[in-house]
């Protein structure tokens, strides 16, 4: 077949991605493609401006004509990328974190392998809780420490003491509800946990949640009984340090299962403090603490605060929930206790075993049987989760045999495939 007429060949070579306010063309001159063949930048950026122009080129054909599918994995792909737009969402990076964020982007940039960015990116990750990735144990992978807010030291060790007044008083169920109060002052403390408008009602609010969920009630009876009989081996080697874990996950559920949106103003009859009850978390530090520390905080006229769990801030509760459960549990999350907090949280199983996993843990279904009633598979199964386990006996080499460190069991981040 002979060479195509003179007409067809000058559109065949005007074929090229139409976008919308950019000028996407293929290279102008014979040198210009030998240097995109030879993988050389030509002059002003033509290579890179050409694959930029031709992706977004495809990304509007896909867009246009592409089926579900392939949208759906095309979604999928870019969203376990890593690069600076990824790791730099809505608050998730400030600071050092931004630091290190664009240290991945330039490590990417510059060719570096992908270890190296893999591991600048990890450090940076906008969800994670605090964390030691040197530690080798359990209880120092998450030090509690760094999880009290700055001052609420205190308020915290008093949360646990009333956690174990209650246990051993036998309450494990809801605690007795408080007198009714009326509508109009309480609510204007909550500065918008409720109705919002502060306006004078006569009409009773509803009592706060317990301040301990029942979750938490459940897992603080269980230790007080192992304590209680001598069970060294269910308690643990630091049983005050599990209940103040419980009493801070206590805190951590309440918040997750509060409005989104809240907004503490002292103009409208208590601020913080009364927000905080209104949420079911009886000490002002401790809630503050975590609300300032974790929540996306705003202020606002008066001295008004309003905080949020939009974009990455509720998937930093979310974890940090976790985080703390369990800590709370020495770092070995029994089936039944994993079935308990399920239902605490809502999710499928699956799904907090997934979550449990960006924390470093080792999520493994049960074997059937190992809870009454639990299926062993669906969404409802149960799982056993353990924090840096220690390496099985006979390994076979001293490598495989040493302790992992919490940074090496974090799972590997994808990332993005280089231009070619």
């Not at 599918?69 to 809505?90: F, I």
């Not at 991945?104 to 809780?129: F, I, L």
């Not at 206590?250 to 409005?259: D, H, Q, T, V």
Request: hydrophobic letters at 45%; charged letters at 20%.
């Amino acid at each position: 077949m002979g060479a195509p007429p003179a007409r067809l060949a000058a559109r065949l070579r005007r074929l090229e991605y139409r976008v919308t306010g950019a000028a996407a063309s293929l290279p102008s001159t014979a040198a210009d493609a030998a240097a995109l063949a030879g993988g050389e930048a030509p002059g002003d950026g033509a290579a890179a401006a050409a694959t930029a122009a031709a992706a977004a080129g495809k990304r509007t054909l896909l867009a246009a004509f592409g089926s579900h599918r392939a949208r759906r994995r095309v979604a999928a792909r870019d969203a376990g990328r890593v690069d600076d737009s990824a790791l730099g969402g809505e608050g998730a990076a400030s600071g050092v974190a931004d630091l290190v964020a664009g240290a991945a982007a330039a490590a990417v940039a510059r060719g570096d392998t992908r270890e190296a960015a893999a591991a600048a990116a990890g450090a940076a990750h906008p969800t994670r809780p605090p964390h030691d990735p040197t530690a080798t144990a359990p209880h120092a992978a998450y030090p509690l420490s760094l999880h009290t807010p700055p001052g609420a030291g205190p308020a915290l060790d008093a949360a646990a003491g009333r956690l174990a007044d209650r246990v051993a008083g036998g309450i494990v169920g809801p605690a007795p509800a408080p007198p009714a109060a009326e509508e109009g002052g309480a609510n204007r403390g909550a500065g918008g946990a409720g109705t919002g408008r502060g306006q004078d009602t006569t009409t009773t609010k509803s009592p706060p949640p317990d301040e301990f969920p029942a979750y938490v009630l459940a897992r603080a009876a269980a230790l007080a009984a192992a304590v209680d009989v001598g069970d060294a081996a269910t308690a643990g080697p630091d049983p005050a340090r599990r209940l103040r874990w419980l009493a801070l996950l206590a805190a951590l559920l309440r918040l997750r299962a509060g409005p989104r949106a809240l907004r503490a103003d002292p103009l409208r009859g208590g601020g913080m403090a009364a927000l905080c009850a209104s949420l079911g978390v009886r000490d002002p530090a401790l809630c503050g603490g975590l609300l300032e520390a974790i929540a996306s905080a705003a202020p606002g006229e008066g001295g008004s605060v309003s905080y949020s769990w939009a974009g990455t801030h509720g998937a930093a509760l979310h974890l940090r929930v976790l985080a703390a459960a369990l800590a709370a549990e020495d770092g070995d999350l029994g089936p039944p206790a994993f079935v308990a907090l399920r239902s605490e949280v809502r999710l499928p199983s699956a799904e907090l075993a997934a979550a449990f996993r960006e924390l470093g843990a080792v999520a493994v279904p049960a074997p059937a049987g190992s809870v009454p009633g639990a299926p062993a598979s669906g969404p409802t199964r149960a799982y056993r989760v353990r924090l840096l386990p220690p390496p099985p006996p006979g390994g076979g080499s001293a490598a495989g045999d040493a302790q992992a460190t919490l940074g090496e069991a974090f799972p590997a981040i994808k990332l993005g495939r280089r231009a070619k």
